[in-house]
Every structure is written in C-alpha cells, then in structure tokens.
C-alpha cells in the first residue's frame, strides 16, 4: 500500500442549500477491489459518489470545501480540469440511460469526443467493451439499431459498455441494479466482480445481500459520516461500531 | 337536501353550457370563414398575383400574399432558432448553479412574450428608421423574428427540461464538455424542435400587427430582401376595407386560405407532440 | 484536448451574448419608445397627455383619454364575458368531464388558440356586427351599426379563451386528489367541494390567469380594429363605438411622418401599452411563480 490510491478524500464537506449533507469525510479507496457504501437513505450515500467526479457542478446550492485527490490531483482545485477527471471514472446511474443514437454509437461516442476517429480503431473497442460486458452475441446483427430498443437489462450493460470505452480506471455504481430484474441484477453483479481485475470499483446500495455478495470493502454512512470502513465480512458479521450493528441488523433504515 | 342536489345540478349544466360555447366558438369561426370564403375560392386565388385592376373587382389572386408570408415566417423561424436554441442551451446547460439567475431570465422571456405584437412592429419600424432600411421582406422578418425570439426560447427550455439530468451526467462522465453534452441533449428533443418550428411558424404567418409598418405591401412577389413584401393577414385586412363586393368576398377568401394553413399546421404539431410524449424515455 | 475546451468555452462566451442580447430586448424596446416620445412628453407633459380628449393631430393637440378608455372598455367586456364561461369550462374539464370527452374538447381549444387574429377580426365582422346590429342593439338603443366596444370585447373574449382556459386547468390540476377526497368523504357534493375547497385554492392562479388575459386583451390590434368603430370619442355605453390604443398605431402608420410631433405621439401610445402591459405581466408572473414554489415546497 506504499502506492498512492486512486481516490482519497480529505476533509470533504458538502452542504446543498442549508442542509450539511457530508461531514469531514475521510477516506483512501482500495485499488482494484470492489468497494460498497451503504447506509440508510438519505445519509449522503449518493452525494459522496457524485463528489468523487464533480457531477454536482450542474447542481444549484452546492457547496463543496476539503479535498478529493484522483491521482493523487485534487480535482476541486480551482485550475483542475474536470473533463479529464471524468473520463478516468465510469458512473452506472440508477436507471440506464443511452444516449439518443445507435447502439454502436452509444459506445463510440466517448472515444470519438476524445479523439479517436479511425473506423478499425472504433469497430474493435466497440467489438471488445460488448464482449466485456456479455452483449456483442445479442446485439452483434443490429449495432445500428436504436439503443431505446433494447430491453432494460441490456441498456444498463450498454451503459457500463459506454462507460468502459474511454478507457477509465475507476467505475463508480449509484445503485445500478435497483431498476432491473433479478437475472439482470445477477449479471450485472457478476459483471461488477470480473471487472475488479482491470478496475477499482465503488458502488452505492442500500441493499445489504447485495453489498455482501460483490464487495470486498464496505464502508458504512449515517448522517452524513463514515460510520465504519473495513472488509466486507468484517464490517458486517463483526462491525465495530454500535450504529453499524443497529443498521445491519435491520433497526436504522 | 332537495336544494343541495339542485344546485350541484344546476351548476353542473351551466358548465356544460360554458364547455359548449367555448369548444363550440372554434368551430363557430372556422364555419363563418368556410361558409363566406368558398363561394369566391377559385383556383386563381391561389395560383396568380393581382392583376391590373384587381382591386376594384379584376382578374387575379393573391399568390403574391401567400408566397410573402411563407417568406416571412419562414426567415423568422429560421432566424430566431439561430437565436433561440443557443440562448435556451445556456440556460440550461451553462447556468445549472445560478438558479436565481436563469428564472430571472426565464421570467424576462416570459414577459418578452406578453408584449403585443404592435409594439413589436413599432419597435421594427424603429430600428428600421434607425438604420435607414425601407418598408421590406427583410424589415418584416426582423420585426417577426423579434416576436417570435420569447416564445421559442421558452418552448425550446420547457423542452430541454424535460431531458432527464441523468442523460447529461452520462455524457459528462465520459469526460464530454458541456457543448459535446448539448449537441446530445439536442439530438434528443430533435422531435420537440420541429414542433415547435411548426407551432411558430403558424403563429408568424397569422401574425399582422408586427408586419403592418415594416414588411410594406407589393402586388409582385419579392425576389430580394430589400423589396417590399405583400403578407396574407395584410391582404385580407386590405381587401376587407375595400367597398366593392367582389374584393371583399376575395377577403373572405384569403381569410379562408389562412385559416386552412394555420390549422394545417397546427394539426400537423399535434401529432408530432404526441408522437413525440410517446417514445420519450 | 485543450482545442476541445477551448470550443467549449468560446461558444459558452458566443451563448452569454445571444442570450444576454436577447433578453436586454425587454429594456431596449423600452428604452426605444421612451426615447422617441420625449419630444411629445416634453412638450405635453404625461398628464396632460393621459387625462385629455382632444385628439387632433393637425393642431398639435394629443389627448390619449379616449383610447385610454376604448381599451379599458373593450378589456372589461372581454374580460366579464370569458371569465366566468372559462371557469365553468375548466371546472368542468378538469373535474367532470369523462376521459373520452376531455380527449375530444381539449385539441379545440388547442385549435382555438392557433387561429391567427386577422381571423378573428374576419369573424367579428362577418357574424358579431350583424348579430349586434340586427339582434342585440335594437333591444336597447335606437340605432347602432354593430361597431361598438361590444363587439370588440365579445371578439377578444373568444380570443383569450384559449389562454385563461389552459392556465386554470392546469392550477386546477395542480390541487392534490387527497384534498378533493377528504372534501368528499365528509358527505359534500361535487359542485359543493369545488366552491369550498377547489376554487379557494385556486384563487391565486385564477387571479394570475386573469391578469395574463387582461395583459393579452390590451395589446391585441387587428381583430379590435376591425370592429370598434375606431372614433376618437369616450364610449359611454357597449354600444358606443371604441378606439382602442393599438388600433390606432396600427391605422395611423401611413401618416406618421407626414404631420409632425405625430410619430412622436404613436410611439408613445406604444409605450403606453408597453408599460401597461410589463407592469401586468410581472404581476401575473410573479403570483404564478409564487404558487409554484409553495406546491414545489
């Protein structure tokens, strides 16, 4: 561990409006391992997410002070540039949302806005992100189909598919998986897993099975802080702490 | 009891009365227009320009009026998108943090869209005074496209927020800049834009306050902006004033034109709204 | 990469000015008008201008009174025969009519609203005038044309049928079903919850509604001119002939640079409307604005 995470958090406060949503949030990500954070809803789950790549710059009221560091470069120092932070990060929303183009399209679109122009370059990461994420067999015969077609489940995997493209090193799951049946869920929670071999991972959830079943690191959130962070099995057959007790056996939600 | 009944029956009919006569006046109208209009519609209304001596009862149409609307609304529509769709963009992708500021802004279009159309005109003759340009196509189209410029960039904004955020946190997580984010966000209301290009063109091409000081009147259609252009709702208001019966039954007509245009294409928005409701994701 | 940010940031810049650009419109059409009245203002003065009824360009006499009153005449009358046939019409849209009706009525009032106003005036002309004239009138006063305020405002009133129509439905819409049920269940009538609890809650967008209509039916021109008889005199009864303010920039434009101080006084009459009419609209917008935030909240 003497190599510098990917993502640290140093002091991060977020206040939206009057509200203080995140308090002095510290926290070293894991490098190439599965990382849940859970906690209640409203605890600020989703805001330390979306913090870790500046979505909340399209956000009224939002005040952030403290430090994210990716890459060891503070991305809410005022040179950072963000477009670059961001395409080091795949986000997976909650619901899927292609992009209003073909399927093909869909997936070349962040390398093609990044430079990439030549056909043979595009055709292949599109052949190898599909494959990577268990659709080129079933939607190989219609990549020039709209991306609205396709059924739910499989728009989530186009999505991740989209994000995977440019090349990022960190993927970041707001609760991907809670607007799709249960063999969807399944893949995309295998998909999360094979994945951690080429990429860190963070995943927000509020379900508890399914945060024991892909994560290796836990990290529990109630009102706004960091309750308890340590390894899956730890944090949830042992957790430390009174509150994370509580929460995992069901009496805070 | 016997009179609580009564007045939820009484005033239940009064309201069916109020529904008959305000959905009824829409066909009131277009049945007065029909029923005066057709006895002089023929097929030189719409396919010549006046001839000599059309104005006292001869030969000729008012092809001239027609083309000169579709010249004017046409430019209009096609000049205040230039504006509009930048202008709505901004608000919406570029200003996200400044609430308070894009309501401002969004109320200033609002109000924009209250002021008559006559003032809109005045104010055309104005700048056209100002800049020394005649009563002409390309005075119209700058009093027309002024008119036009609120209501498109409200339509266009109301459009855009109906783009779900998470279809822009998904651009820009890839790393796309705002603008690569709007040309997508564009792509997706593409159905929105051209409903509303047809809404507004119909509310140009109707429009004649804007267009009395400034597009002028000519028997002949233009063939350069800086020739004066005749308009339909201008022909019609002409030929109305007119004491002989055969220019005012062309009145009629002309007004039978129009109102067969605009509900064309007010029609023709429907449906692509609905279409449009139906596949939104 | 950085000629990618560098597009970014000079559209962002291009975007500022289109919309800065656009939307100073509002302060220099203001600021145009103004500016093109002084000379009457200064020489008249505003209330000499406002209060008097002397109209007679030739010697240099502008006195606004009688359009002043034209307008207000063929507003009110606008504004008391659509309001009331709007309400019950939303009322009964929004609370009563079944889903296929409501399917049917609601692409008229759509049409309605696209006619243009030439149209309208058309209308007026053909089926109003006559109807006063023959029908209307002789019950009353001895002789009328059918070129009166009345006629003005029953046009109007058909014209912002549309608009009052399509704001009160939507604050209709607006008032949560729970509040409708907890009237109901407590044993009142449909007519009775709408009187005690609907329209009370409603109140301010039906306000808002109206003073958007009010602003609409004081700007609108050609359909007015065409039936109001256009006479520079105070209209003392519907009957009377009008002159609205917009009719009569519309029917003077020819002349405006041939008599002088004329122009001057057509601008202002502009800039009359234009104040009048900025002054509704921010009202209207901000009660509006107001009922948003309270149900947002």
């Known amino acids: 561990m003497t190599k510098t995470p990917h993502i640290s958090v140093q002091h991060l406060d977020v206040h939206i409006g009057a509200q203080h949503i995140l308090k002095d949030i510290n926290i070293n990500i894991p490098d190439k391992k599965v990382?849940?954070?859970?906690?209640?809803?409203?605890?600020?789950?989703?805001?330390?997410?979306?913090?870790?790549?500046?979505?909340?710059?399209?956000?009224?009221?939002?005040?952030?002070?403290?430090?994210?560091?990716?890459?060891?470069?503070?991305?809410?120092?005022?040179?950072?540039?963000?477009?670059?932070?961001?395409?080091?990060?795949?986000?997976?929303?909650?619901?899927?949302?292609?992009?209003?183009?073909?399927?093909?399209?869909?997936?070349?679109?962040?390398?093609?806005?990044?430079?990439?122009?030549?056909?043979?370059?595009?055709?292949?990461l599109v052949e190898e992100q599909l494959k990577a994420t268990g659709l080129w067999n079933?939607?190989?015969?219609?990549?020039?189909?709209?991306?609205?077609?396709?059924?739910?489940?499989?728009?989530?995997?186009?999505?991740?598919?989209?994000?995977?493209?440019?090349?990022?090193?960190?993927?970041?799951?707001?609760?991907?998986?809670?607007?799709?049946?249960?063999?969807?869920?399944?893949i995309i929670e295998d998909l999360f897993i094979s994945l951690k071999e080429k990429y860190s991972i963070v995943l927000v959830t509020h379900i508890l099975r399914q945060a024991r079943r892909v994560s290796d690191y836990i990290i529990f959130v109630y009102m706004g802080k960091i309750i308890e962070f340590g390894p899956t099995e730890e944090v949830l057959l042992n957790p430390k702490e009174e509150l994370t007790k509580e929460y995992v056996k069901g009496y805070i939600s | 009891m016997r009179k609580r009944k009564f007045e939820e029956l009484f005033f239940r009919v009064l309201m069916i009365l109020?529904?008959?006569?305000?959905?009824?006046?829409?066909?009131l109208i277009v049945g007065t227009i029909f029923f005066k209009g057709l006895p002089y519609m023929n097929w030189d209304m719409i396919t010549k320009t006046p001839g000599g001596g059309f104005y006292i009862g001869k030969e000729g149409g008012i092809l001239n009026a027609i083309i000169g609307s579709?010249?004017?609304?046409?430019?209009?529509?096609?000049?205040?998108?230039?504006?509009?769709?930048?202008?709505?963009?901004?608000i919406n992708l570029y200003m996200d943090g400044?609430?308070?500021?894009?309501?401002?802004?969004?109320?200033?279009?609002?109000?924009?869209?209250?002021?008559?159309?006559?003032?809109?005109?005045?104010?055309?003759?104005?700048?056209?005074?100002?800049?020394?340009?005649?009563?002409s196509l390309l005075g119209g189209i700058i009093a027309v496209t002024l008119l036009v410029i609120p209501i498109l960039v409200r339509t266009l904004d109301e459009v855009i927020r109906t783009v779900p955020f998470e279809l822009r946190d998904a651009t820009l997580s890839l790393g796309a800049t705002r603008w690569e984010t709007a040309k997508v966000v564009l792509r997706q209301i593409r159905p929105g834009i051209f409903t509303a290009i047809l809404l507004y063109f119909g509310r140009a091409i109707g429009d004649v306050a804007s267009v009395l000081f400034t597009a002028g009147f000519s028997d002949n259609i233009p063939t350069s902006l800086h020739e004066p252009a005749a308009t339909l709702p201008l022909a019609i208001f002409f030929q109305l004033g007119s004491p002989v019966e055969e220019v005012q039954g062309r009145g009629y007509a002309s007004a039978l034109i129009l109102t067969i245009i605009v509900l064309i294409i007010t029609v023709l928005a429907d449906i692509l709204i609905k279409k449009f409701s139906k596949h939104k994701i | 990469m950085n000629f990618r940010l560098l597009k970014d940031k000079i559209?962002?810049?291009?975007?500022?000015?289109?919309?800065?650009?656009?939307?100073?419109?509002?302060?220099?059409?203001?600021?145009?008008?103004?500016?093109?009245?002084?000379?009457?203002?200064?020489?008249?003065?505003?209330?000499?201008?406002?209060?008097?009824?002397?109209?007679?360009?030739?010697?240099?006499?502008?006195?606004?009174?009688?359009?002043?009153?034209?307008t207000l005449w063929v507003t009110a009358i606008a504004i008391i025969i659509a309001l009331p046939l709007c309400l019950l019409t939303a009322l009964y849209i929004v609370e009563y009519a079944p889903a296929r009706i409501k399917r049917i009525l609601t692409p008229f009032v759509n049409l309605l609203s696209g006619i243009p106003p030439v149209?309208?005036?058309?209308?007026?002309?053909?089926?109003?005038?006559?109807?006063?004239?023959?029908?209307?009138?002789?019950?009353?006063?001895?002789?009328?044309?059918?070129?009166?305020?009345?006629?003005?405002?029953?046009?109007?009133?058909?014209?912002?049928?549309?608009?009052?129509?399509?704001?009160?439905?939507?604050?209709l819409r607006t008032i949560p079903q729970e509040l409708k049920d907890a009237s109901l269940a407590l044993g009142a009538t449909k007519w009775e919850t709408i009187k005690k609890v609907i329209l009370r809650k409603a109140l301010p967008g039906i306000v808002a509604a109206t003073v958007l209509a009010i602003s609409r039916a004081f700007g609108e021109t050609i359909a007015v001119l065409m039936v109001c008889g256009n006479n520079a005199v105070v209209p003392h009864s519907v009957f009377d002939t009008g002159y609205p303010l917009p009719a009569l920039i519309a029917n003077n434009y020819g002349e405006m640079l041939s008599i002088p101080s004329y122009d001057s006084a057509l601008m202002f009459a502009a800039l009359l409307l234009f104040i009048i009419i900025l002054l509704f609209n921010i009202i209207s917008r901000v009660i509006l604005a107001r009922l948003e935030r309270r149900l947002a909240a």
């Open chain 3, 119 to 171: 149209i309208f005036g058309v209308w007026g002309v053909l089926f109003i005038i006559p109807l006063i004239q023959a029908n209307i009138a002789p019950h009353f006063v001895e002789f009328s044309t059918g070129y009166s305020v009345l006629a003005g405002g029953i046009v109007l009133a058909v014209m912002i049928f549309p608009l009052i129509v399509s704001i009160i439905s939507e604050v």
């Open chain 1, 35 to 124: 990382t849940s954070i859970i906690g209640p809803s409203g605890c600020g789950k989703t805001t330390l997410l979306k913090s870790f790549n500046r979505l909340w710059d399209n956000t009224a009221d939002v005040k952030i002070t403290g430090k994210v560091l990716v890459d060891g470069e503070d991305i809410y120092a005022p040179d950072a540039e963000v477009t670059h932070i961001r395409k080091k990060m795949g986000l997976l929303s909650q619901r899927p949302y292609p992009l209003p183009m073909s399927i093909y399209d869909n997936v070349a679109y962040g390398p093609r806005i990044h430079g990439i122009r030549k056909k043979q370059v595009l055709d292949q």
């Open chain 2, 18 to 27: 109020a529904t008959i006569i305000v959905s009824g006046s829409f066909f």
């Open chain 2, 98 to 135: 400044k609430r308070f500021l894009s309501n401002t802004i969004r109320m200033a279009f609002d109000v924009l869209f209250g002021i008559p159309s006559i003032v809109y005109g005045a104010f055309g003759f104005l700048i056209m005074v100002y800049f020394g340009i005649r009563a």
């Open chain 3, 11 to 70: 559209l962002s810049k291009l975007m500022l000015v289109f919309t800065l650009a656009s939307v100073s419109l509002l302060l220099v059409i203001g600021i145009g008008l103004y500016y093109k009245s002084v000379p009457i203002i200064q020489r008249l003065g505003w209330t000499e201008l406002i209060t008097t009824s002397v109209w007679k360009p030739l010697k240099g006499l502008f006195g606004f009174f009688p359009f002043i009153m034209g």
């Open chain 1, 138 to 186: 079933e939607v190989k015969d219609r990549l020039n189909a709209s991306a609205t077609r396709l059924s739910i489940g499989q728009q989530q995997r186009l999505c991740l598919a989209r994000g995977l493209a440019v090349g990022p090193e960190i993927i970041l799951g707001d609760e991907s998986t809670s607007a799709l049946d249960p063999v969807s869920t399944a």
């Open chain 2, 70 to 90: 579709f010249y004017v609304a046409g430019g209009a529509t096609v000049l205040g998108l230039i504006i509009s769709i930048p202008v709505a963009i901004f």
